[in-house]
């Protein structure tokens, strides 16, 4: 089963990135997640070391554009088939670096992604 990397998960209900963990599990959608702190949400462990990840079909981000410097290659060398920019995540020159490696970008909220079957 192909897997989803949300990168940015945080512990606090009131955040995006948790409930994306949420609505992913509850799809039954393999998922992994990358965050400052560790813990478990929905049965799903929060990392926070980026090595650990491998075989990712879709990342989605939750990090500010200038957040993101910091994974540009790491999230490269995953390789995953697509790169999902939600809201507030934009990030034209992470884009151009993605499509030079073979990697979708989407600019969408994965939220409405799964509640209207497109993800």
Excluded: W
Excluded at 42 to 51: A, E, H
Excluded at 57 to 70: D, G, R
Excluded at 76 to 82: E, T
Aim: glycine content about 4%.
């Amino acid at each position: 089963m192909q897997k989803t990397l949300v990168i940015g998960a945080s512990l606090k209900s009131s955040r995006y990135s948790n409930v994306a963990i949420k609505k992913l599990t509850e799809k039954s959608i393999k998922t992994e997640a990358f965050g400052l702190k560790e813990g478990i949400l929905y049965g799903v462990q929060i990392k926070t070391n980026f090595d650990d990840f491998q075989n990712i079909h879709t990342v989605t981000l939750y990090l500010n554009p200038k957040s993101q410097e910091a994974y540009y290659q790491k999230i490269i060398d995953l390789n995953p088939k697509r790169v999902i920019f939600n809201p507030g995540t934009e990030n034209p020159n992470f884009y151009a670096l993605l499509k030079n490696s073979n990697i979708e970008v989407e600019v969408a909220c994965t939220l409405v992604l799964l509640a209207t079957n497109q993800f």
